[in-house]
């Protein structure tokens, strides 16, 4: 059971808070019996329970991802509870089910996109029945209403973790890890566990245009993803730049015991390119590394093509997990790299100088674990060279997170 934790920084100084998140899912850890769905690990539901509650409720557990919103920071992972948190105290201010329309989610993703002008966020809502429906929606910063924006159908579930927005465009990129939406029924296996990566069959690429709720439907060959990075639109063509993997081996890497020890598939950057016509979208490898948590200056683009990436290589082998934070020049420049022995970093966060649009005048913010003294660091690099401009060396053990945001106080 994770919790969240906030690190404020000021000239010279940095402040952390931790608190394990309240949720019911820790309320149930504590008795040892977890009734609620978890996303990789069994829950320990009973005979009768299962049999009159088929589908387990969804884990409020939302330990995925923080966004800020003007009444504090919405805290989510993969299932429709999300969790309002107060940034001073970070306790909860209040469990946020949605109520509209567009009806009770099976799941909605942890990775929403930031539509800037609009001042929205946008979303996957999905619903898994006799058939799964994803429909991409948009909320106001704040507000709790999702207007869909179009949806999609498919048989089988897949497994998704992010999406793309364009000013344009939401694509939603299923890759062949498959899931019967019936074999969830009366299971007590964690969430993920229903999914069987299938190279055998195409990755579904769906255009959703974001005017008129039209599906476009295309296929590309297998591959799996977790994050995209960034997406434009190129004329009429779609553009996604992502984190891809060969297969979905990483999910079974990371529950073996020994994780660490033993090397880990990697992702590669890499670009796939749908077109206006046809029905093949094609996949292409835009640097040779390994990348992952990568992201963009989106603030600093304004709509045109990103030149620079900034994400995190993490690895593992006999001397255990390491980590080098990358910025990768898709114009040819030479590539820059960060780490400091002993510390595994995670998800390097892009902080933007403001009303700047120059894309590296800006600094990464990466949390890394000290294995050696056993404490939590941050550091700031220039987003220039990737040199240190500050560490803070923090008193507490932080595990590895997932992602976390930058707010201005
Ligand atoms: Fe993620």
Redesign the pocket.
């Known amino acids: 059971m994770r919790g969240l934790f906030s690190i404020d920084l000021e000239p010279g100084r940095a402040r952390v808070r931790q608190r394990l998140l309240e949720s019911s899912a820790a309320a149930h850890a504590r008795t040892g019996r977890m009734p609620v769905s978890m996303f990789a690990s069994d829950n320990q539901r009973s005979f009768w329970r299962r049999l009159i509650q088929p589908i387990p409720a969804m884990t409020d557990n939302t330990n ?2 923080v966004v800020p919103t003007p009444d504090g920071w919405l805290a989510m992972t993969e299932t429709p509870v999300q969790q309002l948190i107060d940034g001073d105290s970070l306790r909860i201010k209040r469990r946020v089910e949605y109520d509209d329309a567009l009806g009770k989610a099976s799941m909605m993703l ?2 929403p996109e930031h539509d800037r002008e609009a001042g929205a966020l946008v979303n996957l809502a999905i619903k898994a029945g006799s058939s799964v429906s994803i429909t991409p929606y948009s909320q106001w910063l704040g507000g709790y209403e999702r207007r869909p924006i179009g949806t999609i159908t498919m048989k089988e579930l897949p497994y998704i ?2 999406f793309a927005l364009t000013p344009t465009k939401v694509v939603v990129i299923a890759p062949p890890l498959r899931a019967s939406a019936l074999s969830l029924l009366w299971s007590n296996a964690g969430y993920i566990q229903h999914f069987r990566f299938r190279p055998e069959r195409a990755t579904d690429v769906f255009v959703v245009d974001r005017k008129t709720g039209v599906v476009r439907q295309l296929e590309a060959d297998p591959f799996f993803f ?2 995209t990075v960034h997406a434009h639109d190129d004329g009429d063509d779609v553009v996604v730049d992502l984190c891809a993997y060969e297969d979905a081996s990483l999910i079974q890497a990371l529950g073996l015991p020994g994780l660490g020890k033993t090397p880990l598939p990697a992702s590669r950057l890499s670009r796939l390119r749908v077109p206006a016509r046809g029905a093949r979208a094609s996949l292409e490898r835009l640097d040779a590394g390994p990348l992952e948590f990568a992201s963009v200056n989106r603030g600093a683009l304004s709509g045109a093509r990103p030149s620079l990436v900034f994400g995190a290589e993490v690895a593992a082998g006999e001397q255990g997990l390491r980590s080098t934070v990358r910025r990768v020049d898709l114009r040819g420049g030479a590539e820059r790299r960060f780490c400091r022995e002993h510390v595994v970093y995670g998800e390097p966060v892009l902080v933007r100088r403001p009303g700047s649009g120059v894309e590296d005048d800006a600094a990464l913010v990466a949390v890394g674990s000290d294995l050696v003294r056993r404490k939590a660091e941050l550091v700031v690099l220039d987003a220039r060279d990737l040199s240190p401009l500050a560490t803070a060396r923090l008193p507490i053990a932080l595990p590895l997170g ?2 976390g945001s930058f707010a201005r106080a």
């Open positions: 995925v991802h942890a990775h973790h992010s977790f994050h997932f992602h």
